[in-house]
Nanobody
Framework: QVQLAESGGGLVQAGGSLRLSCASSQLAFARYAMGWFRQTPGKEREFVAAIRWTGDTTHYADSVKGRFTISRDNSKNTVYLHMNSLKPEDAGVYYC???????????????????WGQGTQVTVSS
């Protein structure tokens, strides 16, 4: 069982930056592709970014491309989401998710991922 825990959310002004972290308690972390999703009230969870287990291939939603960077450190069982030039529409609860490596990349749908964290809130003030 993979357990994921996000951290790093908070309140930031528009144009600012945040770095989210997602730590896994599972030693087989390197066997999973990782993704970040976000959700706002009344809306479905939407894909933000994904990274292969090797860390050398990433994929982003068009809305965050050029502003967000996903990375991972397999030695620390941690995936990161660096968010720059934040906009009010980036606000929401951010979730990390894990998907076993052999199932194809990138995976953009919520149902593509098996394990989820509890989420961390990001608020962007205008």
């Amino acid at each position: 069982q993979v357990q994921l825990a996000e951290s790093g959310g908070g309140l930031v002004q528009a144009g600012g930056s945040l770095r989210l972290s997602c730590a896994s308690s599972q030693l087989a972390f390197a066997r999973y592709a990782m993704g970040w999703f976000r959700q706002t009230p009344g809306k479905e969870r939407e894909f933000v970014a994904a990274i292969r287990w090797t860390g050398d291939t990433t994929h982003y939603a068009d809305s965050v491309k050029g502003r967000f960077t996903i990375s991972r450190d397999n030695s620390k069982n941690t995936v990161y989401l660096h968010m720059n030039s934040l906009k009010p529409e980036d606000a929401g609860v951010y979730y990390c998710a894990a998907r076993f490596n052999g199932l194809g990349f990138p995976a953009l749908l919520e149902d593509d991922y098996r394990y989820w964290g509890q989420g961390t809130q990001v608020t962007v003030s205008s």
